[in-house]
């Protein structure tokens, strides 16, 4: 198959990944063994600390605020727009005082989460 394409709509209906709390949905929407896109929600003020990150991720934050702080405790405010990339090994926590959606690619194969 040359290409896959999901609707915009998958957007709005981002499931709750109860690993990680009430707050934190997450959903990945399209991949193959080798490379995942996925839709990432962030909700109110908890932060969220996945695991250490085991592969290269790259995203773009579609709407709100999202902070992001790694283990260095090197920290950025994005808004809705700005991109992000995130190096295999690093440990980040990410946070927003209202909510997050961000689309993000990760190096890694697709799950049934």
């Known amino acids: ?7 915009g709509a998958a957007a709005h209906k981002v499931p ?3 690993a ?3 707050h934190v949905g997450f959903y990945d929407v399209l ?9 990432f929600l962030l909700e109110n003020d908890a932060p969220s600390t996945p ?9 773009v934050l579609l709407k709100g ?8 405790g090197k920290s950025v405010q ?3 727009g700005d991109v992000f990339f995130i190096h295999t090994g ?16 990760s190096s890694r194969p697709h799950s049934k989460l």
Not at 1 to 7: Q, R, S
Not at 31 to 39: D, E, I, L, Q
């Open 90 to 105: 690093s440990t980040i926590t990410f946070s927003t005082t209202t909510f997050a959606l961000a689309y993000k690619t």
């Open 51 to 59: 695991p250490k990150y085991e592969y290269d991720e790259s995203g």
């Open 16 to 18: 709750n990944l109860p």
């Open 65 to 72: 605020e999202l902070k992001i702080q790694d283990e260095s």
């Open 31 to 39: 991949g193959s063994t080798k490379m995942t896109g996925s839709y």
């Open 78 to 80: 994005l808004r809705a």
């Open 1 to 7: 198959m040359p290409f896959d394409y999901a609707t």
């Open 20 to 22: 990680a709390g009430a």
